[in-house]
């Protein structure tokens, strides 16, 4: 951050790391608080997202935004909503939908770090929770609500949400809202909120049906497309290996050899075939954990979290379950299944390369889904040879092993916080 951007009484301070006043969040005009949480988090200048989103959702505008994950669009959202809030006031100001109980959690925590400073309240409201809970906390002074639709139309109907307060809407990943059939629900909610709110909307994609929604939910909203979707460069190495069925596992498990990477996520079809790999790897000792739709939702919630601390190296999950988290230094990701469409390549191979990084996809294709791999080429304008399955050396192998037996061991967190992860050595022999 430049100086002019830090709090005021950092301003004194020497910086030699500071950022030019062009390039840095000093120009929104943004309180102390917020830049002071932001400099704690390590926000060091706006994404490209962030630039195009803030300037108008500050000055009241409704937005419709495309952008896929990793761009830093959570914050966009969170920034300005942050900045608005009125800290006295008691009743919800802001309602974020989000389209599954992983994502209601994960964006609560991000828009809670970034207006800390301000105290705000962000509790965050889904299914597979006691409802009790829920209700005590949101009897309590309560500033940005963040939750699944059915849920939130649950408390509405009990009173135990009021929105008469709430001046600002996001609906977040408005796509897979759409996909997994919760529309009925928003438009009840949009149905209940003031005709004078503030809406931003924000999706991976913009097809028909997401422009049909934004035109009824976002009244003269300017539409904001930070990159051309199957256009904009990743920043991620991909790599294509043709296999046959029978050999599919042999062929996944000399890549992961080959690769031997710190921190991975593996995309299956169907839940069915993320518990096949899952129980396969674990039978070979490979340390991993899973999630997919049918899991107990205190089960996915503590394999998320897990991942995310470091607890495991390997994250085997479905589309639907995988959507939007947002993880951290994931190195390498692999297509164990390859995915039946274009946009859900794209989505899968972003949770590598974020926020600048760079990254690696692997994916292994069949004869039969060679035709898929076309569209998917001629969507993203590259090509993607496909190359045979690569042979492991003795050191790779020694090296993989070598990995599997230091056991990540990443203690307790406060506060979901995450910290260096600590190893300890686990003695047994290779299968």
Same mark, same amino acid.
């Given at each position: 951050?430049?100086?002019?951007? *830090?709090?005021? @009484?950092?301003?004194?301070?020497?910086?030699?790391?500071?950022?030019?006043?062009?390039?840095?969040?000093?120009?929104?005009?943004?309180?102390?608080?917020?830049?002071?949480?932001?400099?704690?988090?390590? !926000?060091?200048?706006?994404?490209? $997202?962030?630039?195009?989103?803030?300037?108008?959702?500050?000055?009241?505008?409704?937005?419709?935004?495309?952008?896929?994950?990793?761009? +830093?669009?959570?914050?966009?959202?969170?920034?300005? *909503?942050?900045?608005?809030?009125?800290?006295?006031?008691?009743?919800?100001?802001?309602?974020?939908?989000?389209?599954?109980?992983?994502?209601?959690?994960?964006?609560?925590?991000?828009?809670?770090? &970034?207006?800390?400073?301000?105290?705000?309240?962000?509790?965050?409201?889904?299914?597979?929770?006691?409802?009790?809970?829920?209700?005590?906390?949101?009897?309590?002074?309560?500033?940005?609500?963040? +939750?699944?639709?059915?849920?939130?139309?649950?408390?509405?109907?009990?009173?135990?949400?009021?929105?008469?307060?709430?001046?600002?809407?996001?609906?977040?990943?408005?796509?897979?809202?759409?996909?997994?059939?919760?529309?009925?629900?928003?438009?009840?909610?949009?149905?209940?909120?003031?005709?004078?709110?503030?809406?931003?909307?924000?999706?991976?994609?913009?097809?028909?049906?997401?422009?049909?929604?934004?035109?009824?939910?976002?009244?003269?909203?300017?539409?904001?497309?930070?990159?051309?979707?199957?256009? #904009?460069? *990743?920043?991620?190495?991909?790599?294509?290996?043709? &296999?046959?069925?029978?050999?599919?596992?042999?062929?996944? @498990?000399? &890549? *992961?050899?080959?690769?031997?990477?710190?921190?991975?996520?593996?995309?299956? +079809?169907?839940?069915?075939?993320?518990?096949?790999?899952?129980?396969?790897?674990?039978?070979?000792?490979?340390?991993?954990?899973?999630?997919?739709?049918?899991?107990?939702?205190?089960?996915?919630?503590?394999?998320?979290?897990?991942?995310?601390?470091?607890?495991?190296? !390997?994250?085997?999950?479905?589309? %639907?379950?995988?959507?939007?988290?947002?993880?951290?230094? $994931?190195?390498? $990701?692999?297509?164990?299944?390859?995915?039946?469409?274009?946009?859900?390549?794209?989505?899968? &191979?972003?949770?590598?390369?974020?926020?600048?990084?760079?990254?690696?996809?692997?994916?292994? %294709?069949?004869?039969?889904?060679?035709?898929?791999?076309?569209?998917?080429? #001629?969507?993203?304008?590259?090509?993607?040879? $496909?190359?045979?399955?690569?042979?492991?050396?003795?050191?790779?192998?020694?090296?993989?092993?070598?990995?599997?037996?230091? @056991?990540?061991?990443?203690?307790?967190? @406060? +506060?979901?916080?995450?910290?260096?992860?600590? !190893?300890?050595? %686990?003695?047994?022999?290779?299968?």
């Amino acid at each position: 951050m430049c100086k002019s951007c *830090l709090p005021k @009484k950092w301003r004194s301070m020497e910086n030699n790391q500071v950022t030019e006043p062009d390039r840095c969040f000093c120009r929104y005009g943004l309180s102390d608080e917020i830049t002071e949480a932001l400099s704690l988090l390590g !926000y060091e200048h706006p994404t490209r $997202v962030q630039e195009e989103v803030l300037p108008h959702v500050l000055a009241g505008r409704d937005v419709v935004v495309r952008s896929r994950t990793g761009t +830093g669009k959570t914050a966009a959202f969170a920034i300005p *909503l942050c900045q608005q809030i009125v800290w006295e006031e008691n009743l919800p100001q802001a309602l974020v939908l989000e389209p599954s109980r992983e994502l209601a959690v994960q964006v609560s925590q991000e828009i809670f770090r &970034i207006g800390r400073k301000k105290r705000l309240k962000v509790p965050a409201v889904f299914g597979g929770f006691p409802i009790d809970k829920q209700i005590q906390t949101l009897r309590q002074k309560t500033h940005i609500v963040v +939750g699944t639709p059915g849920r939130v139309m649950d408390h509405v109907r009990r009173g135990s949400l009021k929105l008469t307060g709430v001046r600002y809407l996001v609906i977040d990943e408005a796509d897979l809202m759409l996909d997994m059939g919760f529309m009925d629900e928003v438009r009840q909610i949009m149905g209940l909120l003031s005709e004078k709110r503030q809406t931003l909307l924000f999706s991976a994609t913009l097809d028909e049906d997401v422009k049909s929604l934004a035109e009824e939910t976002v009244r003269d909203g300017v539409s904001v497309f930070p990159e051309q979707e199957g256009e #904009a460069p *990743l920043p991620i190495e991909q790599s294509v290996y043709g &296999i046959s069925q029978d050999q599919k596992y042999t062929a996944f @498990k000399r &890549i *992961l050899m080959k690769e031997n990477p710190e921190r991975s996520m593996i995309f299956c +079809g169907t839940r069915e075939m993320v518990q096949v790999l899952f129980q396969k790897l674990r039978r070979d000792r490979i340390f991993c954990g899973m999630i997919h739709g049918e899991m107990e939702q205190k089960e996915r919630l503590k394999n998320v979290d897990a991942f995310r601390r470091g607890g495991f190296r !390997y994250l085997i999950a479905t589309d %639907v379950a995988a959507r939007g988290i947002d993880f951290e230094d $994931v190195s390498l $990701v692999v297509n164990y299944d390859f995915p039946m469409g274009r946009e859900t390549y794209v989505h899968r &191979i972003g949770r590598t390369g974020r926020n600048g990084r760079t990254g690696r996809a692997a994916s292994l %294709v069949t004869e039969d889904e060679i035709r898929t791999l076309r569209k998917v080429e #001629a969507y993203m304008g590259v090509t993607l040879p $496909v190359l045979p399955c690569p042979e492991t050396e003795e050191e790779e192998e020694k090296a993989f092993w070598a990995l599997q037996r230091k @056991k990540p061991d990443p203690g307790p967190r @406060k +506060g979901g916080e995450t910290g260096p992860v600590h !190893y300890k050595t %686990v003695h047994w022999r290779r299968p």
